[in-house]
């Protein structure tokens, strides 16, 4: 049998709760596709601090954060391997619209999370 893999997150529960360590199981097998990575440095960002004070609305529990360094721990994506650092954003954009066809990829109008 396999030993399970644990990590920690630190998740939002609401204004009036605020944030707590919990623990969180690693997946033991990742698909094709996929990578498992250890967060080396993330950020906090005006969005989070507009979730965490109540002025922009969220649905809890989360995990805030959009944006990260990590280093590749393990993958079954081509042309990434363990040790690799990478960059990372949890929003996707279109690619079609004016402003992703003019650089502005984070301005999309149809921006989504992933």
Known sequence: ???QIMSYRIVF??????????????????????VLGK????TVCGSDLHTMTGKRPAETPSVLGHEAVVEIVR????????????TFSITDSCHECDRCLHGLEQKCRRVFKV
């Open 75 to 86: 993958s079954k994506r081509k042309g990434l391997e363990p040790g690799d650092r990478i």
């Open 1 to 3: 049998a396999r030993m």
């Open 13 to 34: 529960h609401g204004c009036s709760s605020g944030l707590r360590v919990e623990d969180a199981q690693l997946p033991q097998q990742i698909q094709e596709g996929e």
């Open 39 to 42: 967060i080396k440095l993330a």
